[in-house]
């Protein structure tokens, strides 16, 4: 079984600074992806970054950067000089195909990230 | 704007009426997906079609029946639903099952249950 797990609830931080997410994964695939989704209040979720579990290289997207480590199954992702457009909720996800169940994706229970002006 | 167009945005029904939720897309996905999303609650995955046929039922109650008339589009019919059912509906579309595509979801309709 898979499973997906965002520690921190709910972060407020004052606008330019930067924001940390946690996530932590379970697994037993030897093949799979990650992802960090945002769901603003719109409701619509926006793909963000992808990795998958043979590239642990670490990079830097704009605002966006990732800290992916298979040895303790976190992807982390940090927004620097966070602004008030960022606040939304933020999903972890992984992804894994199997003949059985195809291509599902397991959310973690997402983090909401506030940025005050 | 989204690549994946979900219509109706909003809709209020009652327990006994039937209605149908559509949604489209037009970036050449063989994969659309249903979920459902409560308040503070992270998606869940109702069905999986896969060249328009389905692959995956979550064990969703058959007052949701899902309907692919081609790669383009989906449907998810509503019938006798109870007041728990009201939720966002969010429907995704990716390439291929299988590929490492990332799914594209719609703005979802925000459904309530008298």
């Known amino acids: 079984a898979q499973k997906v797990t965002q520690a921190q609830t709910e972060i407020s931080v004052v606008e330019k600074e930067d924001v940390t997410l946690d996530c932590v994964y379970e697994?037993?695939?030897?093949?799979?992806?990650l992802f960090w989704y945002k769901q603003p209040p719109s409701g619509e979720l926006v793909f963000l970054i992808r990795r998958n579990s043979f590239d642990e290289q670490n990079e830097i997207s704009g605002r966006y950067s990732w800290n992916f480590q298979k040895s303790t199954s976190s992807f982390n992702f940090t927004i620097t000089a966070s602004q008030v457009v960022d606040s939304a909720v933020y999903f972890c996800?992984?992804?894994?195909?199997?003949?059985?169940?195809?291509?599902?994706?397991?959310f973690g229970g997402g983090t909401r990230v506030l940025v005050k002006p | 704007d989204t690549e994946v167009t979900q219509t109706p945005k909003h809709l209020v029904m009652g327990m006994t009426n039937k209605k149908s939720l559509k949604c489209e897309q037009h970036m050449g996905h063989r994969a659309m997906y249903w979920y459902k999303q409560k308040a503070k609650k992270p998606p869940e995955l109702m069905f999986v079609?896969?060249?328009?046929?389905?692959?995956i039922n979550e064990s969703v109650p058959s007052r949701f029946s899902p309907e692919c008339p081609n790669s383009s589009l989906l449907n998810l019919h509503l019938h006798a639903l109870q007041p728990e059912d009201s939720a966002l509906y969010l429907c995704?579309?990716?390439?291929?099952?299988?590929?490492?595509?990332?799914?594209?979801f719609g703005d979802g309709t925000r459904l309530s249950i008298l």
């Open positions: 697994t037993r695939d030897t093949t799979y992806y």
């Open positions: 996800a992984l992804s894994a195909y199997s003949k059985a169940a195809g291509n599902k994706l397991t």
């Open positions: 079609y896969s060249y328009e046929k389905l692959s």
């Open positions: 995704a579309s990716s390439h291929l099952q299988g590929s490492n595509q990332p799914q594209h």
